[in-house]
């Protein structure tokens, strides 16, 4: 933004006049492959000739106001917008990765913590958990975004680097290699998560002084959202868990935390989750025989 403002100082508050060049890219998101699919550029110019009060709030949003009819006017956003529904995005199949998961078997809840990873990706902060002795951890898309190479920290403190081997943008699951040293993979449940059955999520919330955070709630519903199923639950999560496991009381994973709502940064105990057996055939993972 460019603006230009003048104010009469005669009086208090200052009222202002002006004009403002303002540009902007406009993203059209896809929510079904969830990328953006089209970036509409616009430049345009407003301005207020009245000396008011609200002077260069009314310049900026006459600004705005323009770039609003350039995108309108845009014969690229138009012929995006107005075109037939296409078919749905081609997907590349994806080649069997096999891995060797964890016998599935009672585990006390502070064991499992410590198949659980802090990942790091430039400024980003997420988390992952073990999966296989072969290395394999699991998290979200989100969390390595276009990253190659990642961060890993394990609850013990030790680090090591991850290769981000596999992503899918729309399920919103990631595969990590990393040297896993001695810890034990988490197992993985068998049998779906059940209404009102006992679970924890573990995770980095907020901050990675918070590593290894442990908190208990209940499963509250499944749920379909764009034609994906998804375990909801009033856990209690904060950024920084995504990509962290939601697990049973026998340690086995359920699920892997996505999203959470909150109002005005609270946490209000609707949650989801991605169920386990959607995460690895997202990412085809096929248990090693």
Same mark, same amino acid.
């Given at each position: 933004?460019?603006?230009?403002?003048?104010?009469?100082?005669?009086?208090?508050?200052?009222?202002? /006049?002006?004009?403002?060049?303002?540009?902007?890219?406009?993203?059209?998101?896809?929510?079904?492959?969830?990328?953006?699919?089209?970036?509409?550029?616009?430049?345009?110019?407003?301005?207020?000739?009245?000396?008011?009060?609200?002077? *260069?709030?009314?310049?900026?949003?006459?600004?705005?106001?323009?770039?609003? &009819?350039?995108?309108?006017?845009?014969?690229?956003?138009?012929?995006?917008?107005?075109?037939?529904?296409?078919?749905?995005?081609?997907? +590349?199949?994806?080649?069997?990765?096999?891995?060797? !998961?964890?016998?599935?078997?009672?585990?006390? %809840?502070?064991?499992?913590?410590?198949?659980?990873?802090? $990942?790091? +990706?430039?400024?980003?902060?997420?988390?992952?958990?073990?999966?296989?002795?072969?290395?394999?951890?699991?998290? /979200?898309?989100?969390?390595?975004?276009?990253?190659?190479?990642? &961060?890993?920290?394990?609850?013990?403190?030790?680090?090591?680097?991850?290769?981000?081997?596999?992503?899918?943008?729309?399920?919103? $699951?990631?595969?990590? &290699?990393?040297?896993?040293?001695?810890?034990?993979?988490?197992?993985?449940?068998?049998?779906?998560?059940?209404?009102?059955?006992?679970?924890?999520?573990?995770?980095? !919330?907020?901050?990675?002084?918070?590593?290894?955070?442990? +908190?208990?709630?209940?499963?509250?519903?499944?749920? +379909?959202?764009?034609?994906?199923?998804? *375990?909801?639950?009033?856990?209690? *999560? /904060?950024?920084?868990?995504?990509?962290?496991?939601?697990?049973?009381?026998?340690?086995?994973?359920?699920?892997?935390?996505?999203?959470?709502?909150?109002?005005?940064?609270?946490?209000?105990? %609707? /949650?989801?989750?991605?169920? *386990?057996?959607?995460?690895?055939?997202?990412?085809?993972?096929?248990?090693?025989?």
């Amino acid at each position: 933004m460019d603006g230009r403002f003048c104010g009469s100082y005669e009086y208090r508050p200052v009222p202002y /006049n002006g004009r403002m060049r303002m540009s902007v890219e406009w993203q059209v998101f896809d929510t079904l492959a969830r990328q953006v699919v089209k970036r509409v550029p616009t430049e345009a110019g407003g301005e207020e000739r009245k000396v008011l009060e609200d002077g *260069i709030e009314r310049v900026f949003f006459a600004a705005f106001r323009e770039n609003v &009819k350039a995108l309108l006017a845009s014969e690229e956003f138009r012929a995006l917008i107005t075109s037939a529904p296409g078919t749905a995005p081609t997907v +590349t199949a994806l080649s069997p990765l096999p891995f060797r !998961p964890a016998a599935v078997a009672k585990r006390p %809840i502070a064991s499992a913590a410590e198949a659980v990873a802090s $990942v790091f +990706t430039g400024d980003g902060l997420g988390s992952g958990f073990l999966i296989s002795s072969d290395g394999y951890l699991l998290t /979200n898309h989100h969390v390595v975004g276009r990253a190659k190479y990642v &961060k890993v920290r394990w609850s013990d403190g030790a680090e090591t680097v991850g290769e981000v081997l596999r992503s899918d943008a729309r399920r919103d $699951v990631a595969i990590i &290699k990393a040297d896993p040293g001695h810890r034990t993979p988490l197992a993985l449940s068998e049998t779906p998560a059940g209404l009102g059955e006992a679970v924890f999520a573990i995770g980095t !919330p907020l901050d990675a002084k918070f590593q290894g955070s442990v +908190t208990k709630g209940v499963v509250s519903a499944t749920r +379909t959202y764009e034609g994906l199923p998804y *375990i909801q639950s009033d856990v209690t *999560i /904060n950024g920084g868990n995504s990509g962290g496991p939601l697990i049973d009381e026998a340690g086995s994973v359920l699920g892997m935390t996505v999203s959470g709502m909150d109002i005005s940064g609270a946490p209000v105990g %609707i /949650n989801l989750f991605i169920p *386990i057996a959607d995460a690895l055939k997202a990412l085809a993972l096929t248990p090693a025989s």
